[in-house]
């Protein structure tokens, strides 16, 4: 509690609140242990700390808010308060936080993108300084955006009475609405903009903002409102349909608009952009459903009956379809039949369960020797649990949550494995003769790894280095698309043309485990016979 300066009981919404959307896997998805929040500081090395710790830790982004009183100095330089800061401004200086301070902190990170927003009176005294003095630092800055609430002469405003202070609460809006029209990412510049419109219409300040280096059009949050309009007509809710709604029978569903076939698990195309929504009814023995995550089988390769007399193929019109919503990214409506096994499932009729991701896919063998698609679909929602890495409370004793990074919705990957494997490789591509290294301006290098037996349920493949591959973005993709496989003899070969593209590169200080290799060919191999008929190999290559 502050005792001289005005209390500001908005401030501590503000941080409870932007911490909630930054944590939503609509908007950011940022890991929980990844979201610092300080409130209250005592000091400046409670303010400062966390920030040198964040910025130390972070490779991608950091980002920086802070809301609360601002003053300014003799100089005009901007002075952040402590709840120790006298309301006099001939002594509150010396119980502030210069700017200067954190903008140190903030420019000796390595993360590629700095983004700082400030909320507080003379917040714009901020613009400017992130490179004032310090052009050696700078160099290697990528992408630097600061947005304040105000000018450099404005006081911020905080209405009595309102939850959040009036910039906070507009930028919170976006994040937790979108933007109607909005692109499906939005930039800093988009948000900015957006914002700005509502304040002055309500007589509140001007933000202002400093783009450096591009900063501000570089992909910000998810457009809430785009992923819920979903782009296409059919994709996404319905309106006035609310998750949970009960369905007597197909016709049922398809009057309410949430699924058009009369009888196909599948609705939607690859040419529109993927699947719009799909039907959990017991059709396969294959499907798993975990509630949050659904592990759904493709469909055909069936006779009247149901049994399975065919393999399926990824070119069926509904499993390609899911395999175009991997990359589309468009949600699809589950709705989940009586006929089902599932825990999830309604006593009768349908019930819809909201929109989910698909995430990726492959195949499998079944007992009677027919291949069948499988896909991972992922629920969107608006708050999930914090992921917790698996394994035995021994085996994470004393370890740094931070070192954990999110796979999926129950799966971590150690951060220190993936870290080894990409330095024992000196950070380049294993693919062929790709040969790719991502260097940032600054010098660091940082490529993508990717595990050959998927971590997440189904699969639940050990996260040790012998089952990760160091690889550019490019063949990550194409690798957990089943596009290229490996063999036995680490040779990469393109599945859509049955033919080797090159080896994979080994290094002493890595090895790449054969079981794991067997495993993600068996994914997306196809049979023999196909095989014979493209290539034209022989004994145990397929």
């Not at 609360?68 to 901007?78: K, M, P, V």
């Not at 493709?298 to 395999?323: E, F, M, V």
């Not at 012998?466 to 990550?476: D, E, G, I, K, S």
Request: glycine share 10%.
């Amino acid at each position: 509690m502050n005792t001289e300066l005005e209390d500001l009981p908005a401030v501590d919404r503000n941080l409870t609140g932007l911490r909630e959307q930054l944590i939503r896997p609509e908007v950011w998805g940022l890991p929980p242990q990844h979201c610092t929040t300080v409130q209250s500081p005592n000091s400046p090395g409670e303010m400062i700390g966390p920030v040198h710790v964040s910025g130390d830790e972070a490779t991608e982004t950091l980002f920086v808010y802070y809301a609360g009183h601002g003053t300014r100095d003799s100089d005009g330089a901007l002075a952040l308060a402590l709840p120790s800061t006298p309301a006099d401004p001939a002594r509150g200086y010396f119980h502030t936080v210069p700017f200067d301070l954190l903008r140190k902190a903030i420019l000796r990170s390595r993360a590629r993108h700095r983004i700082v927003i400030i909320d507080c009176c003379y917040s714009g005294s901020a613009i400017g300084t992130m490179s004032a003095g310090d052009v050696q630092t700078q160099t290697y800055i990528e992408g630097t955006y600061v947005l304040t609430s105000a000018s450099p002469h404005q006081l911020a405003r905080a209405p009595e009475g309102h939850e959040f202070t009036a910039f906070t609460s507009e930028l919170l809006k976006v994040m937790r609405d979108g933007i109607p029209e909005g692109e499906r990412l939005l930039t800093l510049e988009a948000i900015k903009s957006h914002i700005t419109a509502n304040l002055t219409g309500q007589g509140f300040p001007e933000p202002w903002a400093q783009n450096r280096n591009a900063g501000g059009t570089l992909p910000f949050i998810r457009n809430v409102a785009s992923v819920q309009a979903s782009g296409p007509p059919g994709y996404g809710e319905i309106p006035s349909v609310d998750e949970g709604t009960l369905f007597a029978s197909r016709a049922d569903l398809r009057e309410a608009g949430l699924h058009r076939p009369r009888q196909a698990g599948i609705c939607g195309s690859k040419s529109n952009g993927g699947a719009e929504s799909i039907v959990l009814s017991g059709g396969y023995e294959d499907d798993e459903d975990h509630g949050d995550v659904i592990i759904y089988t493709g469909h055909g390769g069936q006779n009247d009956h149901g049994d399975q007399i065919a393999d399926q193929r990824p070119t069926d019109s509904g499993n390609a379809a899911l395999i175009t919503s991997i990359t589309s990214r468009y949600p699809v409506r589950v709705i989940r039949g009586a006929g089902s096994k599932s825990p999830y499932a309604p006593p009768e009729g349908f019930s819809y369960d909201g929109l989910y991701t698909v995430e990726n896919y492959w195949t499998k063998v079944r007992a009677d020797g027919f291949r069948v698609l499988q896909f991972r679909l992922e629920k969107l929602q608006d708050t999930r649990p914090p992921i917790v890495p698996t394994g035995t409370p021994m085996d994470r004793a004393g370890v740094d949550i931070s070192r954990w990074e999110p796979v999926s919705l129950e799966a971590y990957r150690d951060r220190n494995v993936a870290a080894k494997v990409a330095k024992a490789h000196g950070y380049v591509c294993q693919i062929g003769e790709c040969g790719t290294v991502i260097e940032t301006p600054a010098g660091f290098q940082i490529t993508p790894t990717t595990h050959l037996k998927p971590i997440t349920i189904p699969h639940k493949g050990p996260d040790i280095e012998a089952n990760v591959l160091c690889v550019c973005p490019n063949h990550r993709i194409q690798l957990d698309l089943g596009v290229i496989t490996i063999e036995d003899d680490l040779q990469v070969i393109d599945e859509i043309h049955g033919v080797p593209i090159g080896e994979l590169h080994v290094s002493p200080g890595h090895k790449v485990g054969l079981e794991f290799i067997r495993y993600h060919r068996e994914l997306f191999r196809r049979r023999r016979g196909d095989c014979l008929k493209i290539c034209g190999w022989r004994g145990d290559r397929c």
